[in-house]
């Protein structure tokens, strides 16, 4: 077992995520419960592109807390370099980013974890929305779906700025799961990589509550 762990390995060689995730998600959601719905549209196993929107720094913990799944996620490489966050992470199977640029070798590198079969947490947007509204989704998502040809699974994630410790508990975040879908859906081979994202980011803002939907609140906004 590795505590550094490449994000290809299987789940039982993520040491630090077998020993603390356990613990950590009982605790959190504890006293910060996550209200789930659509877990039955999860793939029960198999490689996955689980897709959501981006509103807060907790949406990728709520995500994995309600699922309660390991998913490699692409973080910011700068997350990377600080002192038990960073370590945390690479222990965790996530690996780094470039934002704000088109870094194929992250995108190489999420291809390798799918071909692996393992599931990847994607936030198309690039960026957290200030205002918790939908921005328009980079095309790299349109890439890494037509070239893994892996099943995409829509996730809405609401709640998070507000959440916090209750007494009593109460349940502010809500993550939305929505049935998983191939680009055969959504004709994906007449998209460009850009087209074929924002028609992947409707699944998604089809979940969320109207006035979070932003870019992708007119269906024909791609």
Same mark, same amino acid.
Do not use: K, N
């Given at each position: 077992m590795n505590w550094f762990a490449r994000p290809d390995l299987p =789940?039982? +060689? *993520?040491?630090?995520? +077998?020993? /603390?995730?356990?613990? %950590?998600?009982? @605790? &959190? =959601?504890?006293?910060?419960? #996550? +209200? *789930?719905?659509? $877990?039955?549209? /999860?793939?029960?196993?198999?490689?996955?592109?689980?897709v959501a929107n981006h509103i807060n720094w907790y949406d990728p913990p709520a995500i994995e807390f309600a699922l309660g799944i390991p998913i490699r996620y692409m973080a910011k490489r700068e997350l990377f370099a600080i002192p038990i966050i960073g370590f945390a992470l690479w222990a965790a199977g996530n690996f780094p980013v470039r934002r704000g640029e088109s870094d194929r070798r992250a995108l190489e590198t999420a291809l390798r974890v799918l071909q692996a079969g393992q599931p990847i947490g994607f936030f198309p947007e690039g960026t957290r929305s200030k205002d918790g509204r939908m921005r328009r989704a980079k095309p790299g998502i349109g890439f890494l779906a037509r070239r893994s040809g892996a099943p995409i699974v829509p996730i809405a994630v609401s709640g998070t700025p507000q959440a916090g410790i209750r007494i009593p508990p109460h349940a502010d975040i809500t993550v939305r799961v929505g049935p998983a879908f191939t680009l055969a859906d959504l004709d994906g081979r007449a998209?460009?990589?850009? &087209? /074929?994202?924002?028609? #992947?980011?409707? $699944? %998604? &803002?089809?979940? @969320?509550?109207?006035?979070? $939907?932003?870019?992708?609140?007119?269906? +024909?906004?791609?």
């Open positions: =789940t039982e +060689r *993520l040491l630090l995520w +077998r020993l /603390l995730f356990p613990p %950590v998600r009982a @605790l &959190a =959601t504890a006293f910060a419960p #996550i +209200r *789930l719905e659509g $877990r039955e549209h /999860l793939p029960a196993s198999g490689p996955c592109l689980l998209l460009d990589d850009q &087209a /074929l994202a924002d028609a #992947i980011m409707e $699944r %998604v &803002a089809a979940l @969320l509550p109207s006035h979070m $939907r932003g870019h992708y609140s007119d269906p +024909r906004s791609g």
